[in-house]
T-cell receptor, first 110, second 114 residues
Framework: DAKTTQPNSMESNEEEPVHLPCNHSTISGTDYIHWYRQLPSQGPEYVIHGLTSNVNNRMASLAIAEDRKSSTLILHRATLRDAAVYYCILSSQGAQKLVFGQGTRLTINP | DAGITQSPRHKVTETGTPVTLRCHQTENHRYMYWYRQDPGHGLRLIHYSYGVKDTDKGEVSDGYSVSRSKTEDFLLTLESATSSQTSVYFC?????????????FGSGTRLTVV
């Protein structure tokens, strides 16, 4: 599985946008980019995923670089409830399992 | 989470005793997974299933066995629990595998082996 690199931690303020970066320089052409988050004392929660084009859903937006070697998860207006560990994960076509890294611990200040 | 239930939510057991954790889903998803989460290690895959009676090992399968006799249930068994198996265990389900589909995770089982 191709590796991802994320900052260990980030901090932001409530009601401001948050941009969570992920580097994946060894990504292959058929690898999907997934983002999950884990709130305290809960299981991971699916956030968003994409292949090449930018993606939007009710939770977040995913911006994928043109060369696909990096991506950014965008929370448009952070709330205290968005404080969590965010995982950026690559999955190859045909893969049957997710491999989690250490993720980014996001702190939201009131 | 709706559609996936783990039981028990908490369990304390003694070293050397067998323990079975249950994951139950109502989504009729083909794929089911067991992960463990420990401080400093993140989430690690133990075993997964891609259909009834079809299972495969993950990265930390030693000391664990699984069974899936029907679509909705995936059981994780610790044949003889050890203190190193103290962890939080998460079950996950996926409709068609991974690449273009997401996982739904359960709320976890906190297991303490004393």
């Amino acid at each position: 599985d191709a590796k991802t690199t994320q900052p260990n931690s980030m901090e932001s303020n409530e009601e401001e946008p948050v941009h969570l970066p992920c580097n994946h320089s060894t990504i292959s052409g058929t690898d999907y980019i997934h983002w999950y988050r884990q709130l305290p004392s809960q299981g991971p929660e699916y956030v968003i995923h994409g292949l090449t084009s930018n993606v939007n859903n009710r939770m977040a937006s995913l911006a994928i670089a043109e060369d696909r070697k990096s991506s950014t998860l965008i929370l448009h207006r952070a709330t205290l409830r968005d404080a969590a560990v965010y995982y950026c994960i690559l999955s190859s076509q045909g893969a049957q399992k997710l491999v989690f890294g250490q993720g980014t611990r996001l702190t939201i200040n009131p | 989470d709706a559609g996936i239930t783990q039981s028990p939510r908490h369990k304390v057991t003694e070293t050397g005793t067998p323990v079975t954790l249950r994951c139950h889903q109502t989504e009729n998803h083909r794929y089911m997974y067991w992960y463990r989460q420990d401080p400093g290690h993140g989430l690690r895959l133990i075993h997964y299933s891609y259909g009834v009676k079809d299972t495969d090992k993950g990265e930390v399968s030693d000391g664990y066995s699984v069974s899936r006799s029907k679509t909705e249930d995936f059981l994780l068994t610790l044949e003889s629990a050890t203190s190193s198996q103290t962890s939080v265990y998460f079950c996950a389900i996926s409709e068609k595998g991974l690449a273009n589909y997401g996982y739904t995770f359960g709320s976890g089982t906190r297991l303490t082996v004393v």
